[in-house]
């Protein structure tokens, strides 16, 4: 099941880099360029670390690099496409100046890239974007500002991203207990779990920006139609 669902995964994202590098090029999308590179980085480091992680090969150092990049282009595509009204207004320093602390703390007590994984980095990343979500969800209703989720490509940017980020929190949280439960079952059905889990999640939140995507092509169109 967990290799049907990379496949898909990866079918998902080069989905994504088509209409980013040819269906949205001339959109006026909001830091496309941010979205172009970290679509680029994403799929480079997904077939890489399977790739790696299939052969038995260390790749934390690869994940531990990919992180803070990823954190950064994610703060700043958020940043330019949610309005600020639905925001909080010195969220995306704020962010970042956390990040940053806690990933070069942890980068000097785990004594460089290569030794652990930057485990707490990547739980604030994911509690950072789950936030955000909530931010943005409370701020619609608080302003009672109604949008049409069907063709709304800013919701389906801040869902997927939100659902993804909400579950690798949550599995963050248990992984302790995961990975006891991997020590003690020879058939390691914790480790199974999670892979089936990130997975699941992971094609959710491809499949939710693809969707987001469309969504700013079709705007795009009806555009253009509406000057022809």
């Not at 997904?46 to 803070?68: D, M, Q, R, V």
């Not at 007590?109 to 707490?120: D, L």
Request: aromatic share 24%.
């Amino acid at each position: 099941m967990t290799g049907f669902l990379v496949y898909i995964e990866l079918l998902l994202l080069l989905i994504g880099g088509y209409y980013l590098f040819v269906k949205l090029k001339n959109s006026g999308f909001p830091d496309l360029n941010f979205l172009k590179i970290l679509y680029v980085l994403t799929f480079f480091t997904e077939i890489t670390g399977k790739i790696t992680a299939h052969y038995g090969f260390h790749n934390i150092l690869l994940y531990n690099l990919f992180i803070p990049i990823e954190f950064f282009l994610l703060v700043k595509i958020m940043e330019k496409n949610i309005p600020a009204y639905l925001q909080w207004r010195n969220w995306p320093n704020t962010g970042l100046f956390i990040f940053s602390l806690i990933y070069i703390g942890e980068i000097i007590y785990n004594r460089g890239f290569n030794h652990s994984f930057v485990f707490f980095s990547h739980t604030f990343t994911s509690f950072y974007f789950m936030v955000l979500g909530f931010v943005y969800y409370y701020r619609l209703i608080q302003l009672e500002i109604a949008i049409y989720a069907k063709s709304d490509c800013v919701f389906w940017l801040v869902t997927g991203l939100f659902v993804y980020q909400f579950a690798n929190f949550f599995i963050n949280l248990f992984f302790p207990y995961i990975v006891a439960l991997y020590l003690s079952d020879v058939n390691n059905l914790g480790i199974l779990i999670i892979n089936i889990l990130r997975a699941i999640f992971n094609v959710f939140f491809y499949g939710a920006w693809v969707y987001a995507f469309i969504c700013k092509y079709r705007e795009t169109i009806s555009s253009s139609s509406s000057y022809a």
